[in-house]
């Protein structure tokens, strides 16, 4: 009995205690202000990828020289310097940018194909592809770093957000999407994605058939997103046998106008004045025939898009007479970016094409500094310039300019766009604080 009351008493003494100490502290709000930092960090530089090989659609690999779909003829390249090592069916080094280039003779996939490689990113867009009959839309997705990421994919297309998907990628490793068995019958497609960790390097196979012929393999890379966009590069050669479309989504909803730029001044185009883009609808329009221009797009929000040049030649395969198809993809750029953007030569014939935000004087240089090409661009204008450089040649440009590298050989076409060399700085901001247990 006297031991339990003495354990009250002692408990009442702690609780009163307690009661007292807490009263004494000083309310929360009067704690001292916690003191802080700013500090810039240069982050890390991503290794780049190339995505790899062309891969002819599953169910055209027959040995049949007139039925069967198996890639023949295939000439195949990569420019990728620093220490390159196998990522999955890729490759990735420390390289600023790389290209790889495939040239397809024959097969459902002949045609000429290429991109640029680039590190990867967290957040983007590709506008390209489609699944409806006869096209398949592959998405290849590249981790170059060494830990797991996941990446999500949501497509787009004309009746607006249709599927999302979550993939993981291991490290060092890639995974493949065969849009086709996601959203089927989509004419104009667009694919939002993310990823966690460093992100993912995203390339599009776009590959069609028109019957037993093909009817054109590019691939389709991110494009830049923004409310001034330009997309160099646009155009028909002066051929009745080439017609070209300009697709755009924009996220949120947005009236945009667009412009078409050509060495000539601009080229009217009517109906484009102001459209009302209705959020997440891709919508897909027809681009006056010019022999080359740039497509500019300014918009109240912002918007993603990308160009697709398509061209007529006679096929390889079938009767005498028969004709086939070739596409070129070209990814939107932002209209005035003037962050050092490079890209690399490839072979064939090459042109730059190059558009101008302001007047100024386009200078493209090797990785040696040397001049291979300039030019003096008025505000709004567009200028081409020939090139004549080895495969392999890094080509670097500075100063407010969007430029885009088409790439022929004979019928068959690609391009090549520039990727930025620099990496931001961020600003970080170190607090210090009271640890309260």
Request: aromatic share 4%.
């Amino acid at each position: 009995m006297i031991a339990r009351g003495v354990a009250r008493v002692v408990v009442f003494l702690a609780v009163v205690v307690a009661l007292v100490w807490g009263a004494s502290l000083p309310p929360a709000e009067e704690a001292a202000a916690p003191s802080g930092t700013t500090v810039t960090v240069t982050p890390a530089r991503q290794d780049s990828a190339c995505t790899g090989e062309l891969v002819t659609p599953a169910g055209g690999t027959g040995s049949d020289p007139e039925l069967g779909g198996a890639a023949t003829g295939v000439t195949r390249a990569m420019f990728l310097g620093g220490g390159a090592r196998d990522v999955g069916g890729g490759k990735a080094s420390d390289a600023v940018v790389g290209a790889q280039v495939e040239r397809v003779g024959g097969g459902d996939i002949s045609g000429l194909a290429a991109l640029t490689c680039t590190a990867p990113r967290t957040d983007q867009w590709v506008v390209a592809g489609a699944t409806t009959v006869g096209s398949s839309a592959r998405l290849v997705l590249t981790n170059t770093s060494g830990a797991s990421v996941e990446s999500t994919v949501t497509a787009y297309g004309e009746l607006g957000e249709l599927e999302s998907r979550t993939v993981a990628i291991g490290p060092d490793a890639q995974q493949e999407v065969l849009l086709e068995g996601v959203v089927v019958d989509v004419a104009a497609l667009a694919l939002h994605i993310t990823a966690t960790g460093t992100g993912v390097v995203a390339a599009l196979q776009d590959s069609r058939l028109d019957g037993f012929q093909p009817a054109g393999t590019d691939w389709g890379t991110s494009s830049a997103v923004g409310t001034e966009l330009a997309i160099p590069g646009v155009g028909t050669d002066g051929s009745a046998d080439q017609t070209a479309v300009v697709r755009l989504v924009a996220p949120d909803g947005a009236t945009a106008r667009l412009g078409l730029s050509t060495p000539n001044g601009a080229q009217l185009w009517e109906g484009v004045a102001s459209l009302d883009l209705e959020p997440g609808v891709v919508v897909e329009l027809p681009v006056p025939a010019v022999d080359v221009g740039t497509i500019t797009i300014s918009s109240t929000s912002e918007v993603v898009a990308s160009a697709l040049v398509t061209r007529t030649r006679a096929a390889t395969a079938g009767v005498e007479g028969d004709t086939a198809r070739e596409t070129r993809w070209i990814p939107a750029q932002f209209a005035s970016d003037d962050n050092e953007r490079a890209a690399v030569a490839v072979g064939y014939h090459e042109r730059v094409v190059v558009y101008a935000a302001s007047a100024g004087t386009f200078t493209l240089v090797d990785g040696d500094g040397a001049t291979v090409a300039t030019a003096s661009v008025q505000a709004g204008g567009t200028a081409v310039l020939q090139l004549d450089v080895a495969p392999g040649t890094v080509l670097t440009a500075e100063g407010a300019f969007a430029w885009t590298v088409l790439v022929d050989d004979g019928a068959y076409a690609t391009a090549v766009a520039p990727t930025r060399t620099t990496v931001d700085d961020l600003d970080v901001e170190v607090q210090q604080r009271r640890y309260v247990p």
